[in-house]
């Protein structure tokens, strides 16, 4: 395997034993051969190992044995203690997804404070069979269909093309000692039961399968491939981005064959799962919405719009007659005094300071708010307003008002009031303008 594992090197990453290296190290099977395979090739690491406290004083235990392989190898070795069951309690989360949030942050890191290259870990063929089940059990799409990278990023995984049996057997013949994770034996996580069962009879009834699974992944990552050229093509002709996020063309998406499968690929990365919602809002009523734990699609006419999810609701800021700036959220207002009132332009507005009570008021605009539209006789409410100026739902929102006590006197960046038109003779003018921080 050592022969293998060199040529595997040399040809996949032949930089590797160039560069200083973080080698991820539990104290299991799989990670002590490849400590001990990177030692006899001479490739510069240090062992990074995290002690997650989950078994008590075998936790303490295995921090310990990492602290001898250290000495015995050579290698800095360095330690993290993380309270585990604390951090998936305060996130809501499983054991093993604060296991694994806790680590990676730890190791880039470290990665990052010992000049190191990359991380190491010690995945191997069957881990990448066995998350393959895992995905394909939740109905993954085809990036969750090709297993465990090779290479994502700054993190490497050498033992990937090696089986567990060829990985247990260089430890058994090289004399390889390591320690062995109890929890492993229990078929209380999904992984553990097709490690300790499914996989065992796939391999049985078919000997040859990781070597062909190996196979079909490659097939999986060029038609992968293959799908990220067809999205980058037509993604000019579909998505456009604007201020506030992305803007989906719905007619144009209509036309290309697949659009099903097409907006998957749009937007998977923005952590939605319901997919059949997403596909209805292409035929839905202007409002309707979609959420994620981060992002939201709106549909408004003929786009879906995508943006952050956030509270749209902000606290009103006071505005005082000496104030020369104010920051609003992704607006900044700006006063000066000012001669004479310019030609209409949307982004200002100027008033007569002897008409204007202070402090002012600039808040979120309300159902039921309305004004006097400057230039129009008699008031309108600002929902109609919207309306009539074809606002789209995310203008809605983030639209405030200028407003004089309980008088709007400006839909800021859009219409001043007609009753706050700067009468012949006013002396003492002042001028608000509105631009995006």
């Not at 880039?108 to 881990?127: K, M, V």
């Not at 060029?222 to 981005?241: C, H, N």
């Not at 949307?346 to 979120?364: C, G, I, M, W, Y």
Request: proline share 4%; net charge neutral.
């Amino acid at each position: 395997m050592l022969k293998a594992f060199r040529n595997h090197l040399e040809n996949q990453f032949p930089n590797l034993k160039k560069s200083l290296s973080i080698l991820a190290i539990s104290g299991g099977v799989d990670s002590m051969v490849l400590a001990h395979l990177l030692h006899a090739l001479k490739y510069p690491v240090i062992l990074a190992h995290c002690n997650f406290k989950l078994r008590g004083v075998e936790s303490d235990k295995d921090a310990l044995f990492i602290e001898k392989l250290g000495k015995k190898l050579n290698n800095r070795v360095f330690i993290q203690n993380f309270d585990t069951l604390f951090f998936a309690s305060d996130h809501k989360i499983s054991t093993q997804m604060a296991a694994r949030e806790l680590r990676y942050p730890w190791f880039e890191e470290l990665r990052q404070d010992q000049d190191a290259q990359y991380i190491l870990t010690a995945h191997h063929a069957n881990d990448a069979l066995e998350t393959f089940l895992i995905n394909l059990s939740r109905g993954s799409g085809i990036d969750g269909l090709q297993g465990i990278p090779e290479q994502n990023g700054p993190i490497l995984r050498p033992l990937l093309p090696f089986s567990r049996e060829q990985i247990a057997d260089y430890a058994e013949k090289n004399n390889i000692q390591w320690r062995e994770d109890a929890s492993n034996n229990t078929d209380h996580y999904l992984r553990n039961h097709f490690r300790h069962h499914a996989v065992p009879e796939l391999l049985k009834a078919a000997p040859n399968l990781l070597n062909a699974f190996s196979t079909s992944l490659k097939h999986l990552q060029s038609s992968s491939a293959l799908v990220e050229d067809y999205i980058s093509f037509i993604y000019p002709k579909v998505v456009t981005q604007t201020f506030d996020g992305f803007r989906l063309n719905i007619e144009q998406l209509k036309q290309l064959p697949h659009t099903a499968a097409v907006l998957y690929e749009l937007l998977k990365n923005f952590g939605f799962t319901a997919w059949d919602d997403i596909y209805e809002l292409l035929n839905a009523q202007s409002g309707k919405i979609v959420s994620s734990s981060t992002h939201r699609l709106v549909k408004d006419r003929d786009f879906l719009l995508l943006t952050l999810l956030q509270n749209q609701k902000t606290p009103p800021v006071l505005v005082h007659e000496d104030d020369n700036m104010l920051n609003l959220d992704e607006f900044v207002l700006r006063m000066e005094y000012v001669e004479k009132a310019d030609d209409f332009d949307p982004k200002s507005a100027v008033f007569d300071v002897e008409q204007l009570n202070f402090p002012l008021t600039v808040r979120n605009w309300e159902e039921g708010d309305y004004f006097y539209p400057f230039g129009m006789q008699g008031k309108k409410k600002l929902s109609k307003y919207f309306k009539d100026e074809k606002f789209s739902i995310l203008d809605k929102e983030k639209t405030k008002v200028l407003c004089n006590g309980n008088e709007i006197i400006w839909v800021m960046g859009h219409r001043s009031d007609e009753r706050y038109r700067v009468p012949e003779g006013s002396k003492k003018l002042l001028k608000f303008t509105v631009s995006r921080t």
